[in-house]
Structures are given as C-alpha cells and as structure tokens.
C-alpha cells in the first residue's frame, strides 16, 4: 500500500464511496476491542456499588473480559458496528471532498470558514485531517504517501478525543444507565461534576484516544491507498490500449 503513487486523474464520488466505507470497517475490526474497553471504563464508578474499579487499564481491561466473559467478548457488536461504518462512513468520509468543493468558490486558497461549519466531531477529525494533511504538503514537510496520511490521521485521532470525550463519556454513562437514574444527559452532567468532578469526563480518555488514534490512522491510510487503488483499476480498464 505504501508504494502507490497520487494519481493525476481525482477519484470519483463512487470509488470515495467505496473506499471510505470498506477503510472504516478495516478499521473497526482491528480497533473493536479498544472501544469495548473503552466504554467498560466510563461507566465504571458511576454508581457506588461499582466503586471498586473491577478493571484497571486498557490491557487490564481486555484481559479481565477475556477471563470473566470468554474470548469473543471484546469483539461484542462487531456486525452492527461494520454496519454503521459501511452505511455511515461511506458517507460522512467518502462525501466529503465533494461537499468541501461544493461549498468552496472556485480559485479560493481558503476553504477554511465553511469547513469548520460542520458537527464538532466532523471538525475535529475530517477537518483537522485536512488541514494538517494541506499544511504538510504546501510547506514541502512531507510528500503525498503514508508518512504523511499518518501523521495527519494522528493528529486528527487526538483533537478528536479530547473535544468528544466529554459528549462521549456522558452519552455512555446516560444510555448504560437504569431507568430513572438520569432524568436527562444534562442531568447526567450534573450529577457527575457534583460527584466525581471534572475530571470524569475524561474518565476512560487513555483508551479512547488508543482506540479513535489508530481508528484514524487506519481508515485514513487505508482510505488514501484505497482510492488510488480503485482509480487505477478504472483508469486501466477505461484504457484504450
């Protein structure tokens, strides 16, 4: 994959399409197990029952489902997870060069003040991707190929984490909730800051970031490398020779 060059010829809606969604399921069969260990960490503490922590870390985390649960059990919800990728991804990653061009005045070096109109987490990944991607490239710091899809997806992993994880840590705990423990997410808010303190919102942020980071970097490697692949295939099939 490392080895494939940028093609002159852009790819098109469909092969973005394509590859988006088939990039985010790779991703998500190599990075499930982080998410799961994930989730088991943010709703830990939430009542007082769970005080003691039953899991310590990430590995900790993985192994002790693994003893107590079976070996499958990091990989619980796989199949809906590869179904939202590849009816979501596909659209939310493989539409989005469309959109940005769509949205953008032809011959404007500056895309910037309607990129960053779109959801915070879109803002966060897609849009500080593209960012760090476009800065690399126009100061000649690294060319068009894997160090810099990696680079760029890194970063991309990181300020997504740190703006999501609050949203993320109280949706988790509001919908692993009993009835009637929280009358609403901004409930849920409350009672956290009142009983745990800032902080929790970034309880389980190790794992998110190990599991969002190589999310990333996976599904933004394998998307590039993706695209050039499926246009090569039509560039040689569309050939005449």
């Known amino acids: 994959m490392v080895g494939l060059k940028p093609s002159e010829v852009p790819p098109t809606t469909a092969v973005k399409f394509l590859g988006a969604g088939t990039a985010a399921c ?35 985390t993985i192994l002790t489902m693994v003893r107590t649960e079976g070996p499958c059990s990091p990989y619980k919800g796989l199949v809906a997870g590869l179904q939202r990728q590849m009816s979501f991804a596909s659209v939310r990653i493989g539409l989005y060069d469309s959109v940005k061009q769509f949205y953008t005045p032809k011959g404007s070096d500056r895309t910037l003040p309607n990129i960053t109109r779109n959801a915070i987490i879109n803002c966060a990944e897609m849009v500080t991707y593209d960012i760090i991607k476009e800065k690399l490239l126009n100061y000649h710091l690294l060319t068009d190929n894997f160090p810099c899809h990696f680079v760029s997806a890194f970063g991309a992993g990181f300020c997504a984490t740190v703006v999501a994880s609050p949203v993320d840590v109280v949706k988790t705990r509001y919908m692993n909730s009993p009835p009637g423990q929280y009358g609403s997410p901004f409930d849920c808010m409350l009672k956290m800051v009142t009983q745990e303190g800032p902080t929790a919102f970034y309880k389980g942020f190790t794992p998110s970031f190990l599991r969002l980071g190589a999310w990333n970097v996976v599904m933004f490697v394998t998307y590039e490398q993706l695209k050039r692949a499926l246009m090569k295939v039509q560039m040689l099939r569309e050939s005449p020779f």
């Open 26 to 60: 790779f991703a998500d069969l190599l990075t499930f197990p982080l998410d799961t260990a994930k989730v088991r960490l943010q709703i830990q503490g939430e009542n007082q029952a769970a005080r003691s922590a039953q899991y310590r870390g990430v590995l900790g």
